[in-house]
């Protein structure tokens, strides 16, 4: 049993670049979530998704977008990389009542 | 809506002292509350959780957390420390699932860091 699964693990991107993260679940939970880590401010909401074909924005939406075409896998995507999307982003998912399962982490530097 | 604080960015202590990192939340509904931990270059691994029943829940290597309604805490503590416990500690909150809308999203604190020295 995976949990959940994030890649890739490392990225470097340049200024203005595209790209798409990953995160795949095998434990068949409806609620799937993107959060970035940044020094001194926790974990902040970044989209989330409540079952298949749905997401909804969180806490920082702005510069991404996610989509959630198929149960298990939630993409999060960077149109247009800039330095203040710099982070570690985690992505997790739930089933009931319960604390999340996280990803081991991406992290992300935009030069 | 519901807000943690976690009062402490850094906590130093010694191994085997005893520890405390406080967590405050606000909340207008029930709560679900929980402890997650992060050591260096990981992700979160779930510490404890207190979803109904006893106050005091426990985790499997030594910590226990008190839920305090009335003060609305949530405060971690172990008896004795180890090297080992060097870590980020995240506080967090969620809303008690009521109908449809409720979306289980966790609200969590800016985190404190706990620097075990020998």
């Known amino acids: 049993n995976a949990g959940v699964t994030q890649t890739p693990k490392f990225r470097v991107l340049k200024t203005g670049q595209s790209m798409t993260l990953l995160c795949a679940q095998d434990m068949n939970h409806e609620y799937m979530y993107w959060y970035r880590q940044d020094p001194g401010m926790g974990l902040r909401l970044i989209h989330y998704?409540?079952?298949?074909?749905?997401?909804a924005k969180g806490e920082v939406p702005d510069g991404y977008n996610v989509s959630r075409l198929k149960k298990q896998n939630f993409l999060l995507g960077l149109e247009s990389a800039a330095p203040s999307q710099t982070s570690v982003y985690f992505c997790?998912?739930?089933?009931?009542?319960?604390?999340?399962?996280f990803g081991s982490g991406t992290r992300l530097t935009v030069v | 809506a519901q807000s943690v604080t976690q009062l402490d960015s850094q906590v130093p202590v010694f191994e085997e002292a005893p520890v405390e990192l406080r967590c405050n939340y606000s909340?207008?509904?029930?709560?679900?509350l929980f402890w997650y931990v992060q050591y260096p270059n990981q992700g979160l691994q779930l510490l404890l959780k207190y979803l109904s029943g006893s106050t005091l829940v426990e985790s499997i290597n030594g910590f226990e957390a008190e839920f305090n309604k009335s003060q609305t805490s949530f405060h971690l503590r172990k008896p004795s420390v180890h090297i080992s416990d060097t870590a980020e500690y995240f506080c967090a909150v969620r809303g008690v699932r009521h109908g449809s809308g409720n979306t289980g999203k966790l609200i969590f604190g800016q985190g404190t860091t706990l620097q075990v020295k020998p």
């Open positions: 909340s207008s509904v029930s709560v679900y």
């Open positions: 997790a998912s739930n089933g009931i009542n319960y604390g999340y399962t």
């Open positions: 998704s409540v079952g298949e074909g749905t997401t």
